[in-house]
């Protein structure tokens, strides 16, 4: 059998030519949006950050419209290749496109929640000498039961500990892979995934301990539980009065003004709205309990360099930001020409897209100390995700 190390390419594969029957939505599901991103972009993401894949090869159905749509589909490591009618065509389709044996690792677009480690982790745990294909797997915790088909009665308790469910990705090798599936197609049977396909031609699989977070999207409700365990949202306020001065700082950039903010820092009344926000979201309590007035470290400092500080603290307990929709209240100066500059600036602060900014204007009608052009104020709504 081939060695590993004379295997020097390695080639993702991602069948996508599915329509998914069994979700309920006018597109296939690998083009739900999740976080602004379709799943199936949030899947290639995951392999093209990793520099070690020479393509990420896309089966793609030929009534497929949606691809060629997607700003990923014209990455220079992604190839489109035409899709089956089934997932075994598809990968074959893809492994055709390959010339020389090579390291090959099959995954489900519709799992968009596996991470950059755990890819990493599968190609450095194959060894071809001792099993063909190398799979993820999870154990069964729910009590398992063999069933009649037609009326669902129960024939018998199953022992569910010599069990597992088998999940994406699996890496095997092209020659490996393609010899499995021609065998499954002279028998004129579909393998439900690459590793069937491998045993039914008689080679070993060792399956590697996976993760309960890498579900197959597969109904709606699959997306849902996923939100909700993984989501959190947190609001912020930030005022500031105004003093003599030269502009405004206000998220990143200096607006013209012929006042500034009274502040110990730079007095960004966006950027420190967005960092309380954060931090509430996460239960880390206030910007007052991180960077205190009363500490001359802070003095002065901007509150870009604030951001990068807080935003290392969420980081570290596992969130990171998704979206952001800001509210700032003042009489002037008027922030209309300025909108799209301060939304830039975010941008390129937080790494967000600038779709996933909200940003609106607004005054107080005169009233109170915003409406005697005393100050000014920001409210700001963010979304993590875990």
């Not at 899709?83 to 390291?103: C, F, H, Q, W, Y």
């Not at 063909?132 to 018998?156: Q, R, S, T």
């Amino acid at each position: 059998m081939t060695m590993k190390k004379n295997l020097n390419k390695i080639y993702a594969i991602v069948p996508s030519a599915g329509i998914g029957t069994r979700f309920k939505s006018d597109v296939p599901k690998q083009y739900i949006e999740i976080d602004g991103i379709s799943i199936l972009e949030k899947t290639l993401n995951h392999f093209l950050d990793l520099e070690i894949f020479e393509r990420v090869i896309v089966p793609i159905s030929s009534e497929d419209s949606f691809f060629e749509k997607l700003n990923i589909s014209k990455h220079k490591k992604i190839l489109k290749v035409n899709g089956g009618n089934t997932r075994p065509e598809s990968v074959m389709s893809a492994l055709n496109s390959i010339k020389d044996n090579s390291l090959i690792v099959v995954h489900d677009a519709v799992r968009p929640f596996i991470d950059k480690q755990q890819i990493k982790f599968l190609i450095d745990s194959f060894n071809p000498m001792k099993e063909e294909v190398l799979v993820y797997g999870i154990p069964i915790y729910e009590a398992l039961k063999k069933i009649n088909k037609k009326d669902l009665f129960v024939k018998k308790s199953v022992d569910r500990s010599k069990f597992y469910l088998a999940q994406t990705p699996q890496i095997t090798t092209s020659d490996m892979l393609k010899k499995s599936l021609d065998h499954c197609f002279n028998d004129n049977f579909s393998p439900s995934d690459e590793s069937e396909a491998i045993e039914r031609a008689g080679g070993k699989i060792r399956i590697l301990s996976g993760s309960r977070k890498n579900i197959k999207i597969t109904v709606t409700e699959d997306i849902e539980t996923k939100i909700i365990m993984h989501e959190r949202i947190g609001n912020g306020f930030d005022s500031h009065r105004f003093e003599a001065g030269d502009g405004l700082m206000l998220g990143g950039i200096k607006i013209p003004y012929h006042k500034s903010f009274l502040a110990h820092s730079d007095g960004d009344i966006i950027i420190h709205a967005l960092i309380d926000s954060m931090f509430g979201a996460v239960s880390l309590g206030d910007i007052g309990d991180h960077f205190p007035n009363t500490d001359d470290k802070w003095l002065n400092i901007s509150g870009k360099e604030l951001f990068k500080i807080a935003y290392n603290k969420v980081l570290e307990k596992g969130f990171s930001l998704k979206q952001i929709d800001i509210v700032v209240i003042m009489e002037e100066p008027k922030l209309s020409d300025y909108k799209s500059e301060i939304i830039l600036s975010l941008s390129n602060l937080t790494k967000l897209e600038r779709s996933n900014i909200g940003l609106k204007a607004k005054t107080s009608e005169k009233m109170g100390f915003i409406g005697n052009k005393e100050g000014a104020a920001a409210l700001v709504i963010t979304r993590l995700e875990k």
